[in-house]
């Protein structure tokens, strides 16, 4: 089984900033990516920044500058650092992983619980 797990989360005033961590473990044989997607009340669910393990990255033009996404492959660990925090970047954010878990197991995406970021003075 696999299992992400995240932290970091919090209440923060805006031009905050906060780390978020998230742990990827289980029966991993092999990761493509791993990323962080948000979701605010009423809104669809978007992706915020993802990090192959090649090291190649994406974001979102919101948060381009102010969000960097970093991976320790060995710990099968992926960050979110955001600074300067903006109200809007209040959401609940989820961690992803792109991976199988062996040879005889197809390709398939996981996700963390979320962790609830708010930006609020």
């Not at 089984?1 to 905050?16: I, K, N, T």
């Not at 996404?69 to 961690?95: F, G, H, W």
């Amino acid at each position: 089984q696999v299992q992400l797990v995240e932290s970091g989360g919090g209440l923060v005033q805006p031009g905050g900033s906060l780390r978020l961590s998230c742990l990827a473990s289980g029966s991993i044989f092999s990761i493509y990516s791993m990323g962080w997607y948000r979701q605010a009340p009423g809104q669809q669910r978007e992706l915020v920044a993802t990090m192959s393990t090649g090291g190649s990255t994406n974001y979102a033009d919101s948060v381009k500058g102010r969000f960097t996404i970093s991976r320790d492959n060995a710990k099968n660990t992926v960050y979110l650092q955001m600074n300067s925090l903006k109200p809007e970047d209040t959401a609940v954010y989820y961690c992803n992983a792109d991976l199988t878990m062996g040879w005889a197991y197809p390709r398939k995406y996981y996700w963390g619980q979320g962790t609830q970021v708010t930006v609020s003075s």
